[in-house]
């Protein structure tokens, strides 16, 4: 190569040193680089999500003034999923959830506050609910449920609901309220509850998988459809009591709801309504499903006083509503200037005393490490959590807020562990959300109190395992396995062979061994015999109410009705108002940063352009970053990548 005035260039001679202090500068440049570059894009989409949410929030409006001796009705549009655990808590969460597009949803504890400051304020005199957007658990509407009925009934001020759609879930919410409107067009389908459970074990044999089951438990189902057409003897029995008891249970309290002075609504009459299942607007308002057909925008109008934006001069409002305006209940606290949620606390420091919230959410897994989905439940998670409560002083009590199908014996064993530590010193009560059943039962066990919903799935006290093989992979698509090894247990390693009859042996007898172990558990901490607990155990599911009468859980009830239990085991007067104390990771944000760093979920996508334009020796990590949310990505869609082979699955 030439130099400009056409002198060969030399080359330059490059010492050991030399290359380090290149590589060290070229490191520390691109280091340097993509951190600006970083800390300009979310300086930029801080920006954007802030002006967002003042053109969103900030319109004219909602700029209102409540005067003090002022009667005002309330419209509140419910979107989202209700939440089985609590919001990100810090903004540089919340905005990487407002990237992710996912909804923040409705916190039940959050809403109950809110719910009790309209309860208290004389100048609101009725409540608007839209809920067509509402999504969740039966669990999660039914304690949303309880706590429009407390509403109701402590406050004597009418609840009005309405629906765009009408099915199983929002109707039966829907019920608590003094009266129900459906849109004009809106369709209204209760098939009442039921399952749908699919099974594809011939497909898999076809494409020539076999799957081996192993179990402790005539009842634990929950490999059944890997290896069978249809659901067995037992696993049919299970699920029809099931939905015979959920069916009672939503009847029972929908008839109780639609009834009133001048209307009376049997559980028979409701179960019809489940038989038949699909209604025209005309034909629910005919079978008093509903109450009138109107327009969401339409109601204030019709019933109280017309929206503060109308001419309101007109005196057209019945005698018992007039002066009364209606806003939204984000113009309300606006105007009353009322903090959303004030409940949790960081820690306990300090010298008041309280209680814990501790909340259990998702799968059981033996380790979260290095997985930033908080849907999940493991030792190194929870287990913090629990010691925390335990040796903090000013935490008198702990309320231990369970929602898990189960995972692992062994992960399930451990946090179990830690649980009954926490139980032998302090007042431990669970509340159990939409499920808590197999390993979400196993870590309920040694609690003082037990709390359920009427329609929470629990039990399930069994163990299973799986393991996958293929031996027809060879014939079919040229694939064989070959292992190496002098134990007796190759076959059992190997996926291109069967199981030996010693392997099947031994494996059931591991996981009897485990299924012993978790009626041990049990037994110890609701104080039944062994005997007893095989007898509702045996992984078979059950329903809050069945788990009641076999004397699995303490309590029908709610989250609150679990607080106030605790509240008065802690020793605390009734009168007193709560103080619920949170654990606090103290290093949520290194940790937050550093999944960042590392292309995790939420902002992978965003790191993986940003790092298209550093200099050319980023490409290996941006390689990286490309590979690892492709592999995410494959592994949470690709069913057989699930089947791993391996420990007990409670």
Same mark, same amino acid.
């Given at each position: 190569m030439m130099q400009p005035h056409g002198q060969p260039r030399h080359p330059r001679e490059k010492t050991i040193i030399g290359s380090m202090f290149h590589y060290l500068f070229t490191a520390i440049k691109s280091m340097l680089i993509g951190t600006g570059i970083l800390v300009l894009l979310l300086a930029f989409l801080l920006g954007f999500q802030a002006r967002k949410y003042s053109d969103k929030h900030r319109t004219p409006e909602e700029k209102v003034h409540i005067g003090t001796h002022e009667n005002i009705f309330l419209t509140y549009k419910l979107d989202g999923k209700i939440l089985e655990s609590s919001p990100r808590d810090t903004f540089f969460q919340q905005l990487l959830e407002q990237l992710s597009g996912e909804p923040q949803g409705l916190y039940l504890p959050e809403f109950r506050e809110q719910i009790k400051q309209l309860k208290e304020d004389d100048r609101v005199k009725g409540l608007l609910l839209d809920i067509s957007g509402l999504d969740g658990s039966f669990s999660a509407f039914a304690e949303l449920r309880d706590l429009l009925l407390r509403f109701r009934q402590e406050s004597g001020k009418p609840l009005? @609901?309405?629906?765009?759609?009408?099915?199983?879930?929002?109707?039966?919410?829907?019920?608590?309220?003094? %009266? @129900?409107?459906?849109?004009?067009?809106?369709?209204?389908?209760?098939?009442?509850?039921?399952?749908?459970?699919?099974? $594809?074990g011939e497909a898999l044999r076809k494409l020539g998988i076999d799957i081996e089951i192993i179990r402790s438990g005539t009842y634990k189902s929950a490999f059944e459809a890997y290896v069978a057409n249809r659901p067995s003897k037992a696993t049919t029995e299970m699920y029809h009591a099931l939905v015979e008891d959920l069916e009672a249970s939503l009847a029972e309290q929908i008839a109780a709801g639609r009834s009133s002075a001048?209307?009376?609504?049997?559980? %028979?009459?409701?179960?019809?309504? $489940?038989?038949?299942?699909?209604?025209?607007?005309?034909?629910?308002?005919?079978?008093?499903?509903?109450?009138?057909?109107?327009?969401? *925008?339409? @109601?204030?109008?019709?019933? $109280?006083?017309?929206p503060e934006h109308e001419?309101?001069?007109?005196? !057209?409002?019945?005698?018992?509503?007039?002066?009364?305006?209606?806003?939204?209940?984000? %113009?309300?606290?606006?105007?009353?200037?009322?903090?959303?949620?004030?409940? !949790?606390?960081?820690?306990? !420091?300090?010298?008041?005393?309280g209680i814990a919230l501790i909340e259990a959410n998702g799968e059981i897994q033996l380790s979260a490490q290095g997985d930033d989905n908080s849907q999940l439940i493991s030792p190194d998670r929870l287990g913090?959590?629990?010691?925390?409560?335990?040796?903090e002083e000013n935490v008198k009590g702990v309320l231990l807020r369970i929602n898990s199908p189960g995972g692992s014996a062994l992960a399930s064993d451990l946090i179990w562990k830690d649980v009954a530590r926490l139980a032998a010193v302090k007042p431990l009560v669970v509340s159990m959300g939409a499920v808590a059943a197999s390993g979400g039962y196993y870590i309920a066990a040694p609690a003082k109190k037990i709390f359920a919903g009427n329609t929470t799935i629990t039990g399930s006290i069994g163990v299973i395992g799986m393991i996958p093989k293929v031996p027809r992979f060879e014939q079919k698509y040229g694939v064989?396995?070959?292992? $190496?090894?002098? *134990?007796?247990?190759?076959s059992l390693l190997n996926p291109g062979s069967h199981m030996s009859d010693e392997d099947r042996h031994l494996l059931t007898r591991s996981v009897d061994y485990v299924y012993q172990e978790f009626l041990s558990r049990v037994a110890e901490g609701r104080s039944m015999s062994r005997d007893a607990v095989d007898q509702v155990a045996r992984g078979r599911v059950w329903t809050g109410r069945q788990a009641k009468e076999l004397g699995l859980v303490d309590e029908i009830g709610n989250l609150d009705d679990a607080l106030a239990a605790l509240w008065a085991l802690s020793g605390f007067p009734a009168d007193k108002a709560w103080k619920i104390y949170r654990w606090e990771d103290e290093q949520a944000f290194p940790s937050l940063f550093l999944r960042m760093m590392h292309g995790r979920r939420l902002i992978t996508p965003y790191l993986a352009n940003l790092f298209f334009w550093l200099p050319s020796e980023s490409g290996e990590l941006q390689s990286m970053l490309r590979k690892a949310d492709t592999w995410r990505s494959s592994l949470r869609q690709d069913p057989i990548q699930m089947l791993w082979t391996g420990s007990a699955v409670l």
């Open positions: 009005l @609901i309405w629906l765009n759609h009408a099915r199983n879930k929002n109707y039966f919410l829907a019920s608590v309220a003094d %009266q @129900i409107f459906l849109a004009p067009l809106g369709d209204l389908s209760l098939p009442g509850p039921g399952f749908e459970l699919p099974y $594809f001048s209307l009376s609504v049997s559980p %028979q009459q409701v179960i019809s309504w $489940f038989r038949r299942a699909l209604f025209t607007p005309d034909e629910a308002l005919a079978n008093h499903l509903i109450d009138q057909t109107a327009y969401f *925008s339409e @109601i204030p109008e019709l019933f $109280f006083a017309k001419n309101t001069e007109d005196n !057209s409002s019945s005698e018992n509503t007039k002066g009364v305006r209606s806003i939204t209940f984000q %113009q309300y606290l606006a105007a009353t200037a009322q903090p959303v949620f004030e409940m !949790s606390v960081a820690s306990a !420091s300090g010298h008041h005393k913090p959590q629990l010691t925390w409560a335990r040796e064989s396995f070959h292992s $190496f090894s002098r *134990s007796d247990r190759s």
